[in-house]
């Protein structure tokens, strides 16, 4: 009879009657039980295609893409309904690199993509996704299929990847979060924050760098997930078994990126993002900021005193109060009434003058900035198409939508007055982006997205990135031949491109001392290596001490800037008595003897990728105990430090790695591979060169390039190894690198018992100013017999030090040392 009648009505269709099938009711009233949002999760492979070095899997719903980006590099894609986003990365300005070979094998169980280094495996049965290296060693593992969840207030799908923790993995990177170095059994939320005086373990702050380093059994991995939505981290906190990322929108991208080594990683990761431009050489001497230093009186005071005290400095910051009314690109002409006669005064005496922009424009008709974005429609629009509006420093202000090209250009032309006036570097600040009262931007802010299109959800944590780009990319144009100098407060993967970075507003505390260290080596190991802390703490008081043991830190620091807030007590490197005004100018001064140094690290990361700090269990990843060191990191390859960390601390336990080291202050020779206890007197902080190092050294000055250097100073440790140094030289502000007008010299040194020699390598257009070396070798086991430079006999005299000296052509080959 059911039968019957569903035929019945069957044949009713055509004349509106309601129609019964089997298992599906048909009505003329809307649908009520609507489908209940879960999360979904891929089922078994169905099939596969490819095109070229894209390989397309899907379950027949949903698609992944498997693209060979490099030997070393796999991106992986997810498009829960098998259609793909456009393919677009503000962090990736290129995914193809070169691939050698990659071949694609199948057998009952997987599909095996494979290049020369690494073999993506994709299980058939269950979608799971997995590395290994080509003797079959897995390296990361999917624990469950990729999985989504639909998105019903803004369309789209929260994504998520869950992985495989293996039982012994450390993990390391994720910017500069707040917390110990390994990161296992933390959770981390990606969404660029004004943070003032955060805490250890506060979450989020100012950045928001999705790739992480994981260590297993000594070997090395990194998966970078590319997703600018607020991102999520579990790093085996809620599972000891997982460890998972996911997003609140855009897709599930990510790059798998091998190893071994966790300094490849790191390597590879950059040629994805970019590494950070070379910065002109006065960037890496010493900064002093304050919020604020006006009025003009008071800028050339802090400028004599300077100088009156023989306190090196290369750059002095102007805070908001240098514009009128907080108005971005102006001046307060009450309290600089002649800015470009007095930053020519400041060149003059050798200071670059670094001015802070924000990103809110005041709204004010009489504004000539306002003006111009309003009329061109430059400002972030809401949903319903009102301008953005938000207090900020100026008051009621409008922002610009950096993710627009033809706003970005427009930025960049904004700097030409400030440029003109003789402004050497800018500082954009408040860009995550802040404002008062209500945090950020609402989520409904659209924003273009370079075309691509996207709300605020999509465009918050690249929009600092995005603003500074601008600033960098129109001051490249407005200094034609000059390096900018720019640095920024929020940034995504990428920023490194165009910007230098700081912790943000820390506090003046020795917990934030520790902090700065663990900082500033994850910000190295996670792609943004010109990175500081404000020297001293931003907010609250540092007594003598503090500041003094900061100031030690800060030499170290990628970027070195001292940084204080308005309401507390001035900061400079003579607040605080003569005492510890003399023991701040020796290492300020040993910032400067070591810049050429520095320079060369800084080339080093420019040109091959290498971070320019590096922790312990980066220089030994394959001893376990060095997990846990945090204290000890090595400035480039040839320096280690250790900060003291605590208040009147006497000595403390240094960890030297496998080999041969000096302590700098003596020249004493010490065995690697294991603790030794050093003593930490106000006047010292733990400092060692490896053995075999070829040392640069530039005499004490005021500033860069305040003296000719008639003769470069090298320091030779003697070793009884092979040991290769480096040391690059060029203009130190121009582009005329990138037409090799540089020096790229290499030194081997080997070492016995009884004797040294120094070979020397150049490459490179470039012609130094001074035309000799002083030789000095440090810490020789034996008494000198013979020296010879290219086959002539010279002579070496000793110094008070116990070192020998040797005068030599900057272009010898050889130096021959025998003992007696």
Same mark, same amino acid.
């Given at each position: 009879?059911?039968?019957?009648?569903?035929?019945?009505?069957?044949?009713?269709?055509?004349?509106?009657?309601?129609?019964?099938?089997?298992?599906?009711?048909?009505?003329?009233?809307?649908?009520?039980?609507?489908?209940?949002?879960?999360?979904?999760?891929?089922?078994?492979?169905?099939?596969?295609?490819?095109?070229?070095?894209?390989?397309?899997?899907?379950?027949?719903?949903?698609?992944?893409?498997?693209?060979?980006?490099?030997?070393?590099?796999?991106?992986?894609?997810?498009?829960?309904?098998?259609?793909?986003?456009?393919?677009?990365?503000?962090?990736?300005?290129?995914?193809?690199?070169?691939?050698?070979?990659?071949?694609?094998?199948?057998?009952?169980?997987?599909?095996?993509?494979?290049?020369?280094?690494?073999?993506?495996?994709?299980?058939?049965?269950?979608?799971?996704?997995?590395?290994?290296?080509?003797?079959?060693?897995?390296?990361?593992?999917? %624990?469950?299929?990729?999985?989504?969840?639909?998105?019903?207030?803004?369309?789209?799908?929260?994504?998520?990847?869950?992985?495989?923790?293996?039982?012994?993995?450390?993990?390391?990177?994720?910017? /500069?979060?707040?917390?110990?170095?390994?990161?296992?059994? @933390?959770?981390?939320?990606?969404?660029?924050?004004?943070?003032?005086?955060?805490?250890?373990?506060?979450?989020?702050?100012?950045?928001?760098?999705?790739?992480?380093?994981?260590?297993?059994?000594?070997?090395?991995?990194?998966?970078?997930? /590319?997703?600018?939505?607020?991102? %999520?981290?579990?790093?085996?906190?809620?599972?000891?078994?997982?460890?998972? !990322?996911?997003?609140?929108?855009?897709?599930?991208?990510?790059?798998?990126?091998?190893?071994?080594?966790?300094?490849?990683?790191?390597?590879?990761?950059?040629?994805?993002?970019?590494?950070?431009?070379?910065?002109?050489?006065?960037?890496?001497?010493?900064?002093?900021?304050?919020?604020?230093?006006?009025?003009?009186?008071?800028?050339?005071?802090?400028?004599?005193?300077?100088?009156?005290?023989?306190?090196?400095?290369?750059?002095?910051?102007?805070?908001?109060?240098?514009?009128?009314?907080?108005?971005?690109?102006?001046?307060?002409?009450?309290?600089?009434?002649?800015?470009?006669?007095?930053?020519?005064?400041?060149?003059?005496?050798?200071?670059?003058?670094?001015?802070?922009?924000?990103?809110?424009?005041?709204?004010?008709?009489?504004?000539?900035?306002? @003006?111009?974005?309003?009329?061109?429609?430059?400002?972030?629009?809401?949903?319903?198409?009102? !301008?953005?509006?938000?207090?900020?420093?100026?008051?009621?202000?409008?922002?610009?939508?950096?993710?627009?090209?033809?706003?970005?250009?427009?930025?960049?032309?904004?700097?030409?007055?400030?440029?003109?006036?003789?402004?050497?570097?800018?500082?954009?600040?408040?860009?995550?982006?802040?404002?008062?009262?209500?945090?950020?931007?609402?989520?409904?802010?659209?924003?273009?997205?370079?075309?691509?299109?996207?709300?605020?959800?999509?465009?918050?944590?690249?929009?600092?990135?995005?603003?500074?780009?601008?600033?960098?990319?129109?001051?490249?144009?407005?200094?034609?031949?000059?390096?900018?100098?720019?640095?920024?407060?929020?940034?995504?993967?990428?920023?490194?491109? %165009?910007?230098?970075?700081?912790?943000? /507003?820390?506090?003046?505390?020795?917990?934030?001392?520790?902090?700065?260290?663990?900082?500033?080596?994850?910000?190295?190991?996670?792609?943004?290596?010109?990175?500081?802390?404000?020297?001293?703490?931003?907010?609250?008081?540092?007594?003598?001490?503090?500041?003094?043991?900061?100031?030690?830190?800060?030499?170290?620091?990628?970027?070195?800037?001292?940084?204080?807030?308005?309401?507390?007590?001035?900061?400079?490197?003579?607040?605080?008595?003569?005492?510890?005004?003399?023991?701040?100018?020796?290492?300020?001064?040993?910032?400067?003897?070591?810049?050429?140094?520095?320079?060369?690290?800084?080339?080093?990361?420019?040109?091959?990728?290498?971070?320019?700090?590096?922790?312990?269990?980066?220089?030994?990843?394959?001893?376990?105990?060095?997990?846990?060191?945090?204290?000890?990191?090595?400035?480039?390859?040839?320096?280690?430090?250790?900060?003291?960390?605590?208040?009147?601390?006497?000595?403390?336990?240094?960890?030297?790695?496998?080999?041969?080291?000096?302590?700098?202050?003596?020249? @004493?020779?010490?065995?690697?591979?294991?603790?030794?206890?050093?003593?930490?007197?106000?006047?010292?902080?733990?400092?060692?060169?490896?053995?075999?190092?070829?040392?640069?050294?530039?005499?004490?000055?005021?500033?860069?390039?305040?003296?000719?250097?008639?003769?470069?100073?090298?320091?030779? %440790?003697?070793?009884?190894?092979?040991?290769?140094?480096?040391?690059?030289?060029?203009?130190?502000?121009?582009?005329?690198?990138?037409?090799?007008?540089?020096?790229?010299?290499?030194?081997?040194?080997?070492?016995?018992?009884?004797?040294?020699?120094?070979?020397?390598?150049?490459?490179?257009?470039?012609?130094?100013?001074?035309?000799?070396?002083?030789?000095?070798?440090?810490?020789?086991?034996?008494?000198?017999?013979?020296?010879?430079?290219?086959?002539?006999?010279?002579?070496?005299?000793?110094?008070?030090?116990?070192?020998?000296?040797?005068?030599?052509?900057?272009?010898?080959?050889?130096?021959?040392?025998?003992?007696?």
């Amino acid at each position: 009879m059911a039968k019957d009648l569903t035929k019945q009505q069957e044949t009713d269709e055509n004349h509106g009657t309601q129609v019964l099938e089997e298992g599906v009711h048909h009505v003329n009233n809307p649908v009520l039980d609507l489908p209940e949002i879960v999360k979904n999760y891929l089922g078994p492979v169905a099939g596969y295609h490819q095109e070229n070095n894209n390989y397309y899997f899907s379950d027949g719903s949903a698609s992944v893409e498997i693209k060979v980006v490099s030997d070393e590099i796999i991106r992986v894609r997810l498009a829960p309904k098998g259609l793909f986003l456009e393919d677009f990365s503000y962090a990736v300005p290129q995914s193809d690199q070169h691939v050698a070979v990659y071949n694609f094998e199948e057998d009952q169980l997987a599909y095996r993509v494979k290049t020369n280094t690494v073999t993506c495996v994709i299980n058939k049965a269950d979608f799971l996704v997995s590395f290994e290296d080509r003797e079959g060693k897995a390296y990361n593992k999917d %624990y469950a299929p990729m999985h989504w969840e639909e998105n019903p207030d803004f369309g789209g799908y929260y994504v998520y990847c869950t992985k495989l923790a293996m039982a012994s993995e450390a993990f390391y990177g994720l910017g /500069d979060k707040p917390t110990h170095l390994n990161i296992r059994g @933390r959770r981390f939320v990606n969404w660029n924050s004004d943070t003032y005086s955060f805490q250890f373990h506060q979450d989020p702050l100012y950045r928001s760098i999705p790739f992480y380093i994981g260590l297993h059994e000594g070997d090395a991995y990194g998966i970078f997930f /590319d997703n600018t939505f607020k991102t %999520y981290f579990d790093f085996a906190a809620e599972a000891q078994d997982q460890t998972s !990322f996911w997003s609140e929108g855009g897709e599930l991208q990510y790059y798998y990126i091998h190893g071994p080594h966790m300094m490849d990683v790191v390597k590879r990761y950059h040629t994805l993002t970019g590494t950070h431009y070379l910065p002109p050489l006065w960037a890496l001497g010493f900064h002093q900021c304050r919020w604020s230093y006006y009025p003009e009186s008071k800028v050339r005071d802090l400028a004599k005193n300077f100088r009156e005290r023989k306190i090196p400095c290369d750059a002095i910051y102007l805070d908001i109060d240098y514009m009128d009314g907080y108005r971005c690109f102006t001046w307060n002409k009450r309290y600089f009434p002649d800015p470009k006669k007095m930053i020519k005064e400041l060149a003059d005496d050798g200071f670059h003058t670094v001015v802070i922009i924000d990103p809110g424009i005041k709204v004010d008709e009489n504004y000539w900035v306002f @003006r111009e974005g309003k009329k061109n429609r430059y400002f972030c629009r809401r949903g319903d198409d009102y !301008f953005m509006e938000g207090y900020v420093w100026p008051g009621r202000c409008q922002f610009p939508d950096f993710t627009n090209a033809e706003v970005r250009e427009w930025w960049g032309g904004l700097f030409k007055g400030l440029v003109e006036a003789g402004v050497a570097g800018v500082w954009n600040d408040m860009n995550e982006p802040a404002v008062f009262g209500r945090g950020t931007f609402p989520n409904d802010v659209r924003h273009n997205f370079d075309g691509f299109r996207g709300s605020h959800r999509k465009a918050h944590n690249v929009y600092g990135m995005q603003m500074v780009r601008a600033t960098y990319e129109g001051l490249k144009k407005l200094f034609q031949k000059k390096r900018p100098f720019t640095i920024t407060r929020a940034a995504y993967a990428g920023t490194q491109r %165009y910007a230098s970075v700081w912790t943000g /507003d820390n506090v003046a505390t020795w917990e934030h001392l520790r902090l700065g260290a663990l900082q500033l080596q994850r910000l190295s190991t996670s792609g943004m290596p010109f990175c500081g802390t404000d020297i001293g703490g931003f907010s609250g008081e540092p007594d003598a001490e503090l500041f003094t043991r900061w100031i030690q830190f800060g030499v170290f620091s990628p970027f070195m800037r001292a940084h204080s807030a308005g309401d507390t007590a001035e900061r400079e490197p003579w607040s605080f008595g003569e005492t510890h005004e003399a023991l701040n100018r020796k290492f300020i001064e040993l910032r400067y003897k070591l810049l050429p140094y520095i320079y060369s690290v800084f080339w080093e990361h420019a040109k091959y990728g290498f971070p320019i700090l590096r922790p312990i269990t980066m220089v030994e990843q394959r001893l376990e105990g060095n997990i846990q060191r945090e204290e000890e990191f090595c400035f480039g390859d040839k320096v280690l430090v250790s900060p003291v960390l605590n208040p009147g601390q006497p000595n403390k336990m240094v960890y030297l790695p496998v080999g041969e080291w000096y302590d700098y202050w003596e020249d @004493r020779l010490l065995e690697g591979g294991k603790e030794h206890k050093v003593d930490t007197p106000i006047d010292k902080m733990p400092m060692f060169i490896k053995a075999g190092t070829v040392l640069p050294e530039y005499p004490v000055m005021q500033y860069v390039n305040e003296k000719k250097i008639d003769s470069l100073k090298l320091v030779v %440790y003697h070793t009884l190894r092979e040991v290769n140094s480096y040391l690059y030289e060029d203009h130190g502000d121009t582009f005329a690198y990138e037409q090799q007008i540089y020096l790229e010299k290499k030194f081997v040194v080997k070492g016995a018992p009884d004797r040294l020699s120094i070979h020397q390598h150049v490459e490179g257009l470039y012609s130094e100013k001074y035309d000799t070396y002083d030789v000095y070798l440090a810490a020789l086991p034996f008494k000198i017999g013979q020296v010879k430079v290219d086959d002539t006999l010279v002579s070496a005299e000793p110094d008070a030090t116990g070192r020998y000296l040797i005068k030599v052509s900057k272009d010898f080959r050889s130096i021959q040392i025998v003992g007696q």
